[in-house]
């Protein structure tokens, strides 16, 4: 009997430990994504595709209301000028301005690259929440760019509608930057990676500023962003996100 009692404890203390640890690590998750999120911004960036033999360079602009709209405005280059990717909750459209042409992305199409780069639709509106589709484990600790970070595991729930098998995210233990994360495929193929650096201040907040997005793939290969300027809770309406000022928006 005091054999019985005695597992049975080590089972519950165990069972308290692996609860809480779950806990801790999707409060990291969530402050991770907090310090990149608010519940409006404002920002410009730079893209640039680089493959083996080409590379072309975008500027854009990007307003977003957290979680349910996001629209991004392609300012140059000129053969791009004026196309724009509008997310309304569940909903996803480009507009192609130099054909005049409006077109709904379907919930398949959102693991499709956009605008030729290794950033996918699903990557640029976040169709998905890292936070809450995705059960989440610390499963070590590493040193990463000088960093001491968490190294988490994202798994999807059942329920969710989400086009990763699983992510590694390397988090730092000071800031909750979020600084690698490897996205795995439903047989658990390592896809593609994404390294944060260039760790300044912005919009009043200390975040990566440059992001390198590699296909494991493509050797060569890799999508580059920058931002120039971020404004957290930015004063935007609701109603800025329409498919009418996609097509006015400047």
């Not at 801790?24 to 493959?51: F, G, P």
């Not at 854009?60 to 196309?83: F, N």
Request: overall charge neutral; some cysteine; proline content about 4%.
């Amino acid at each position: 009997m005091k054999s019985l009692k005695y597992t049975l404890s080590i089972i519950l203390i165990l069972l308290f430990f692996q609860i809480a640890f779950s806990q801790d690590a999707k409060s990291i998750v969530q402050k991770s994504n907090d310090l990149l999120r608010s519940k409006s911004s404002y920002s410009e960036l730079t893209m640039e595709v680089i493959k083996e033999d080409w590379s072309r360079k975008f500027s854009m602009k990007v307003w977003a209301i957290e979680p349910d709209y996001t629209l991004v405005l392609i300012t140059a280059p000129a053969s791009d000028k004026g196309s724009v990717t509008l997310k309304r909750e569940n909903q996803v459209w480009n507009w192609i301005p130099n054909i005049r042409k409006e077109i709904k992305i379907p919930p398949s199409m959102m693991l499709q690259s956009w605008m030729g780069s290794d950033f996918t639709n699903d990557d640029l509106v976040r169709q998905s929440s890292i936070v809450e589709d995705y059960n989440h484990k610390i499963i070590g600790e590493e040193k990463f760019a000088g960093y001491d970070c968490y190294k988490i595991q994202l798994d999807p729930k059942p329920e969710a509608g989400v086009v990763w098998g699983k992510i590694l995210s390397w988090i730092t233990k000071e800031g909750y930057m979020e600084l690698k994360a490897e996205y795995y495929d439903e047989d658990e193929y390592l896809v593609k990676s994404m390294i944060g650096s260039g760790i300044k201040e912005l919009g009043g907040r200390t975040i990566p500023t440059h992001w390198e997005m590699i296909p494991e793939d493509k050797p060569g290969q890799k999508t580059v962003m920058d931002y120039l300027s971020i404004e957290f809770n930015a004063k935007i309406k609701e109603s800025f996100f329409s498919k009418q000022n996609m097509k006015r928006v400047r």
